[in-house]
């Protein structure tokens, strides 16, 4: 267990700091093209139909109306597409930085120089199990509670969080307020007289590494065995992923969904919001199931699917439009 209770304050977006146009272009990971000047500087980000002269923003919707959002923009330097820059032409008075992708070489951007500095240590309200084993730059909240579990390295839990024993959590792993990891799954058996008798589930929970959960969502443990969330994936606010589901890497769960019992997920899944995915299913890599959909059969890799009880989206679509 990590020794001491004291803990960091976090620490607000570094606004005021002073960004360059060649800082900027390092930091966003991909070819980069500049039109206009090239000794700008920012300090703070900002929406583009918001932003004033010292802003730094993005545009990544239709070329048709960019001259329009960047040519009246106030910022300083935009990020977008090719296609937009030269929707623009010469309307644009501020610099334009040609990416292949805006909205995520702005979250680089926003990464490198204005987010929040992750929190460290542990507050004195926590409680924490004297044989959890804690790695190194931790964060746990006010009022978690920490069980017998393992964390990897820089892993933040925001307040409120509340890790069951046999919970085994990776590294930068972030989970959000009220969010319970490890609970008893929903397994019974009727007797006789009708009664459901508890299977008593004795499993656990295995959160890989770069794992982001949110607020209010509960993970339960395994029956026998483990449920398992793979390295990078994303589960949003009241989401519910049941006891022995097992999610590949990179695998997105929108707010309200519902992974039943021993269901597989596949390489980079996504699940809607609100959607269900029945007991015992298999979703193959990169399947999407849309907002809403009750999933009752087996998805193949790369399908989409909709409706209630969900279909292939086009044959849902057309479905659709023979109703008039």
Sequence with gaps: ?????????????????????????????????????????????????????????????????????????????????????????????????????????????MNAFFAPERPVGIHPTAVIHPEAELGERVYIGPFCYVGKVSIGDDTVLDGHVYLYDNVRVGRHVHIKSGAVIGGDGFGYERCPDGYPEDFPDIGGVIVEDYVSIGSSACIDRGALGDTRLGIGSRVDNLVHVAHNVHMAEHCMLVAGCVIGGSATLGARSYIGPNAWVTNGLALGADSFVTAGAVVTRDVPAGARVTGNFAIDHARFIEWMRSRG
């Design 1 to 109: 267990m990590q020794s001491g209770s004291g803990m960091s304050a976090r620490k607000q977006g570094q606004s005021g700091k002073i960004v360059t146009v060649t800082d900027i272009v390092a930091a966003v990971g991909m070819p980069c093209d500049i039109i206009g000047r090239s000794d700008r500087s920012v300090s703070r980000p900002a929406p583009i139909t918001d932003a004033a002269s010292d802003c730094v923003s993005f545009y990544s919707k239709s070329a048709e109306q960019s001259a329009r959002v960047i040519g009246e923009s106030g910022a300083a330097v935009v990020l977008c597409t090719a296609e937009a820059a030269a929707a623009v032409g010469e309307s644009k008075t501020g610099t334009l930085l040609l990416v292949s992708n805006p909205r995520l070489a702005f979250i680089r951007v």
